[in-house]
């Protein structure tokens, strides 16, 4: 069979068609590369997702008993510690209060009367 050359014929209308087919094309293949690394960045962030949810799994097993934390330990001493040395200092400040109250009980010029010169 013999080929037929097809004539070419100036017609804009079916140029513009073909442009608009190619730059289609172009924009379609742009688009699949484009959901390709989309759908490779999800997967990604999916395992990274189910890691971390793992890791926090474990850290919130670990910290449900902490008693056997040698640092938690510490701190639960020098808490300890430091909550004794503020009581034994707000009963001294109270202590001290208490006296103050007691000796202006007994100082009856107290409160110092208004003086009469106004």
């Not at 097993?61 to 004794?84: F, K, L």
């Not at 208490?98 to 010169?117: C, I, Q, R, V």
């Amino acid at each position: 069979m013999a080929q037929t050359e097809v004539p070419q014929a100036d017609l804009p209308w079916l140029s513009a068609l073909e442009d608009t087919v190619r730059r289609a094309r172009e924009e379609i293949q742009r688009l699949r590369q484009e959901n390709s690394e989309l759908v490779a960045r999800i997967e990604t962030l999916e395992q990274a997702a189910e890691d971390a949810a793992a890791k926090s799994k474990d850290v919130a097993e670990a910290s449900e008993d902490p008693s056997g934390d040698e640092t938690w330990q510490q701190e639960r001493a020098q808490w300890a510690e430091e909550r004794e040395v503020i009581r034994h200092r707000v009963e001294g400040l109270a202590s001290t209060l208490e006296g103050l109250l007691k000796s202006l009980d007994e100082d009856e010029s107290f409160p110092p009367a208004a003086s009469e010169e106004e």
